[in-house]
């Protein structure tokens, strides 16, 4: 029996796999929240893994005060390196693994929709604000911690998405079963289905692999053929025209809030492709997966 805690009790990535991880009954997966104190008068000693999810994301950049700004090094770097040193503290000298997850965010979340991005192992961290420089932050205090003993295994998933995720996938639904017409810009994204990355999760908890791992699907998604496929599901055929290209190409130029906008919906941005995880399922059954819930 393999004892996995995950920290984040109500986060849609630890539901997400403990859900998938109930098909699997050689595992005991617990669940408990970090906000606030009493989770500092549990004992961790009992559990091989634990899955640290907990933390904040989503935020609007632009609209943050400092206070809130802080709020994010507080839980997504401060509250993360207490977990783990009360983990390593309460196993003692027993062998463990603590699995941060971590946010292609820290790479900076610059994108065009007229020049691909590729993002290796070698590329250096740039995060172009608070919430992927909380995440970077986060990574570098836990390394320490790390020895033969205790692994630290740091996840850096691209765009997840998945039955009631949040994030940019709800905005792509709503556009989907409302426009008829969309525009076909051939852009490509790394994305992660859910259970792709559960799936992942749980690969590297049996082989107790510790490291920087970059788990994303087989196929980079273009926007277009998501937003397609979303609506198909739902009966509707909705039109792509290139034709419309040139006033998104002409929108992404704009300076501010409405170029970033466009940039980000249509822009490039992928992680090199690797044998090292690759999502067994593909986008067309995810989106079914997806949007039968």
Same mark, same amino acid.
């Given at each position: 029996m393999t004892r996995i805690l995950i920290t984040g009790k109500s986060s849609y990535?630890? !539901?997400?796999? *403990?859900?998938?991880?109930?098909?699997?009954?050689?595992?005991?997966?617990?669940?408990?929240? +970090?906000? $606030?104190?009493?989770?500092? #008068? *549990?004992?961790?000693? #009992?559990? #091989?893994?634990?899955?640290?999810?907990? $933390?904040?994301?989503?935020? #609007? +950049?632009? @609209?943050?005060?400092? *206070?809130?700004?802080?709020?994010?090094?507080?839980?997504?770097?401060?509250?993360?390196? *207490? +977990?783990?040193?009360?983990? %390593?503290?309460? /196993? $003692? $000298?027993?062998?463990?693994?603590?699995?941060?997850?971590?946010?292609?965010?820290?790479?900076?979340?610059?994108?065009?929709? @007229?020049?691909? /991005?590729?993002? !290796?192992? &070698? !590329?250096?961290?740039?995060?172009?604000?608070?919430?992927?420089?909380?995440?970077?932050?986060?990574?570098? %205090? &836990?390394?320490? &911690?790390e020895s033969n003993i205790f692994q630290l295994a740091i996840i850096r998933p691209p765009m997840i998405y998945g039955p009631n995720s949040k994030g940019n996938y709800p905005q792509l639904r709503k556009l989907a079963l409302k426009l008829p017409v969309f525009p076909d810009i051939p852009n490509e994204r790394s994305m992660l289905f859910v259970d792709n990355l559960s799936m992942f999760i749980k690969q590297i908890i049996d082989k107790h692999e510790s490291g920087i791992f970059f788990p994303q699907n087989m196929e980079y998604v273009r926007t277009s053929h998501m937003v397609k496929e979303i609506a198909r599901f739902h009966g509707k055929d909705i039109k792509l025209f290139s034709w419309m290209n040139w006033s998104v190409y002409l929108l992404g130029k704009i300076p501010g809030k409405i170029g970033d906008l466009s940039n980000k919906a249509f822009g490039n941005l992928v992680y090199e492709k690797s044998d090292k995880f690759v999502g067994v399922i593909e986008m067309k059954p995810s989106i079914e997966r997806t949007e039968k819930c």
């Open positions: 990535i630890g !539901t997400s796999f *403990e859900r998938y991880m109930k098909d699997y009954p050689e595992y005991e997966i617990d669940m408990i929240s +970090v906000r $606030g104190d009493e989770w500092k #008068d *549990e004992d961790f000693s #009992d559990y #091989d893994v634990v899955f640290h999810v907990a $933390g904040l994301a989503h935020a #609007d +950049v632009g @609209t943050i005060s400092k *206070e809130e700004q802080q709020k994010y090094y507080d839980i997504n770097c401060d509250l993360s390196v *207490e +977990v783990a040193e009360k983990y %390593k503290q309460d /196993r $003692g $000298g027993k062998e463990s693994q603590f699995i941060y997850m971590s946010s292609i965010i820290i790479y900076g979340d610059q994108v065009s929709m @007229t020049k691909k /991005r590729v993002i !290796t192992p &070698l !590329t250096k961290p740039k995060p172009s604000n608070f919430y992927g420089d909380s995440k970077l932050q986060a990574e570098l %205090k &836990l390394a320490p &911690l």
